[in-house]
């Protein structure tokens, strides 16, 4: 196979969701269209792919269970319509290739977007233990997610589109004293652990607010932490947005208290709006934001430490507009959607070729 032959190649995914996988593949998807490649996205939400995905580029099938992947995918071998190459994303997509590589006969890769053993049981552990076999190559978001799985795998860091606020590229001046916070509230996330940062932080008496943007089962538990730790009255939830470039680019700095985060999407898309980020040292964090400086990277066991890194940013704008331009550096040369998809390609090519 030559280095410049065009692929066809099929992303897949179990869901009728669009959260931070699909909306991963949707965008993908489109840049290796724009490599001039061939790609179908089998699954995600029906409305969000078809709107997201580049009409003129990306075919879009929905398939929302296990089953129906199953039927796509068979209907494509028995109608001779096979990719060169399946992608597939999370398990019960990996279980439906799995079934119908024997009819599809094309190489099959998978992405380990979470770092954590397949299966939610031991009985479904030791069964999908086999799984790795099925695939030509594993992929794996960060070495944090290679290193937690113990798997063989291609580490290949997932890239986010280049924000832009009204066809204009995203500037770091003319922002608001505003910590924000962009994540699921779930016991993962340690979102709890944010409203204790910000109370140590004491930047509600400077003026300063926090904003939530997610939702979860956390939820309800945030409303009665800002209470109990008196800072109800500076802290604004604001539920899923839509508009998070715009809120990233508006906010002066993002807090991100995962310390296990596989790889951290919205630390990176607040890299690329040079939006500094103060983060629970681990996970992805250390290979995202680690390599430009520790020294805002807090002990997810230290709140007191996350809110005086909090502190320093705020009131220091010098310190945190050079840090803002750090961080958006270092995701134009690592963390652009073309660099990922040109990655990609070259595990494609590797694959196929043997």
């Given at each position: 196979?030559?280095?410049?032959?065009?692929?066809?190649?099929?992303?897949?995914?179990?869901?009728?969701?669009?959260?931070?996988?699909?909306?991963?593949?949707?965008?993908?998807?489109?840049?290796?269209?724009?490599?001039?490649?061939?790609?179908?996205?089998?699954?995600?939400?029906?409305?969000?792919?078809?709107?997201?995905?580049?009409?003129?580029?990306?075919?879009?099938?929905?398939?929302?269970?296990?089953?129906?992947?199953?039927?796509?995918?068979?209907?494509?071998?028995?109608?001779r319509r096979q990719p060169d190459l399946v992608h597939v994303h999370m398990t019960e997509a990996e279980l439906a290739a799995g079934i119908t590589k024997p009819l599809l006969r094309r190489p099959v890769v998978t992405t380990l977007h979470f770092a954590r053993t397949r299966g939610s049981t031991m009985v479904r552990r030791r069964l999908f233990r086999v799984l790795p076999h099925v695939f030509d190559a594993q992929i794996a978001i960060s070495s944090y997610v290679a290193l937690t799985t113990k798997q063989d795998c291609f580490v290949v860091p997932p890239g986010v589109p280049t924000p832009t606020l009204n066809g204009q590229p995203e500037r770091s001046d003319g922002r608001?004293?505003?910590?924000?916070?962009?994540?699921?509230?779930?016991?993962?996330?340690?979102?709890?652990?944010?409203?204790?940062?910000?109370?140590?932080?004491?930047?509600?008496?400077?003026?300063?607010?926090?904003?939530?943007?997610?939702?979860?089962?956390?939820?309800?538990?945030?409303?009665?932490?800002?209470?109990?730790?008196?800072?109800?009255?500076?802290?604004?939830?604001?539920?899923?947005?839509?508009?998070l470039p715009a809120r990233m680019q508006a906010a002066s700095i993002l807090l991100a208290t995962a310390d296990r985060e596989p790889f951290g999407l919205s630390v990176v898309e607040a890299m690329a709006t040079a939006l500094p980020v103060v983060a629970a040292r681990g996970g992805g964090h250390l290979e995202t934001v680690g390599p430009v400086t520790s020294d805002f990277l807090y002990d997810p066991t230290d709140t007191e430490a996350g809110g005086a890194a909090l502190r320093r940013l705020a009131l220091d704008p010098v310190v945190r507009q050079a840090y803002g331009r750090a961080l958006r550096s270092r995701y134009q040369a690592e963390y652009t959607v073309d660099r990922h998809a040109r990655s990609l390609i070259d595990v494609y090519r590797r694959v196929l070729n043997g």
């Open positions: 196979m030559t280095s410049t032959k065009r692929l066809e190649i099929l992303h897949v995914v179990c869901s009728d969701a669009f959260t931070g996988v699909e909306h991963y593949i949707a965008y993908t998807a489109n840049a290796l269209s724009m490599f001039g490649h061939g790609v179908t996205v089998i699954g995600g939400d029906p409305a969000a792919m078809s709107s997201t995905l580049n009409p003129s580029g990306v075919r879009y099938l929905p398939a929302s269970s296990g089953r129906s992947v199953v039927r796509v995918l068979t209907s494509l071998a028995i109608r608001q004293p505003v910590v924000l916070v962009a994540q699921r509230f779930e016991p993962e996330k340690r979102t709890l652990s944010a409203i204790t940062v910000w109370a140590a932080s004491g930047l509600a008496e400077q003026g300063w607010e926090l904003h939530l943007a997610g939702k979860g089962r956390d939820d309800l538990a945030l409303r009665h932490e800002t209470i109990r730790l008196g800072v109800d009255q500076s802290v604004r939830f604001l539920g899923f947005v839509d508009d």
